[in-house]
């Protein structure tokens, strides 16, 4: 009975140990991944300092990105955004949109990717024929199919594109005449929605391509998560510092020739009070926008001698109608945005 007693010690002893060098072997395989993805973070990092102003190829930027996105996750996802936007020179919305035309280029069968060095030159045309793909495949592949050919211009690819937008809602036609004769019947929610979605995103790009003429240098170009505290309404923001404390407010306005002047005075108003927490503040009307309303913001701006708000209108040749004043607004609730959208977010 002893000599059972003292195998059964032994063995569970025996057990102890090695279940002790199991847990020791798991922390440290823990702390080793944990290494390797903050050395591979910082890698991504330091890689891509100075590629905006060293020419670097944007399908390496964009792999770069991506695989920092990947390995950082979570919480450390945000820092790593507006840490490798400063290192690089780009904003971290263009950082994504190589991202974007990268996955779509590597999502193509092999049959059908363009040569390599067609795609390093080609990412506008890459960018475009990936917004077509969303919504005419058989397209995007016959496009695909000229890159890199003599005669496939940019312009060209840019115009199929405004074709296949210009399709897809009736609502969002931007011809009074065509509309007229098209809609007899109500416009069906979804395309509205969708109406309202495409809209969003076209003028979202074409005020991101704006941005080093209307904020200059900037950290972070986006739309807060969650949603904003009432007098403050606005569509993206420009965060000029890292510290996300002073920014630049984005309005978008759609103002079709049927909207009433009660609707077009309540965005004003919204947009007087909102002005007061950002270093400037920018009403954008969308291209399909009719003109008369800019013109009247701009007008009653003046009158209101509200200095920090600037018009910009995406539908004219010269898109800046009314540059805001580098001055102070009034009243002065710059202080209070780091409160109200801590980190970028809505409180």
Known sequence: MEIESLNRLRLAARRSNHDARMQTLGCTMCIEVVGRRGRTMKGSKERLTGAKKAKRSWVEVASLFRKGLEESGGSGGAAFQRETATN????????????????????????????PTVVEASFTAIELIERINRRNPAKAREILGTLGQPGTRVSAIRKELKNLRDEVPLEFNPHPAR???????????????????????????????????????????????????????????????????????FEFIYAPSSMTETLFSDQLNRAVVAATFFRRYFLVFTADSDSRFPRRAIDILKLLEAGTIGVVELAAKDPRPLKPKDEPPVPDRRGMLKKICPQGRWA
């Open 88 to 115: 690089s020179g780009y904003t971290v919305g263009m950082l994504k949109r190589f991202v974007v035309a990268l996955n779509f280029i590597e999502s193509l069968p092999e049959r059908t990717k363009p040569k």
């Open 179 to 249: 509309r007229m004769t098209l809609v007899s019947a109500p416009v069906p929610r979804s395309y509205a929605a969708s109406a309202r979605r495409m809209r969003e995103e076209i003028t979202y790009e074409k005020v991101e391509a704006l941005l080093p003429k209307l904020s200059g240098p900037i950290v972070v170009f986006h739309r807060p998560l969650g949603v904003a505290v009432a007098p403050v309404r606005t569509d993206a923001i420009a965060w000029l510092d890292e510290n996300y404390e002073t920014a630049d407010g």
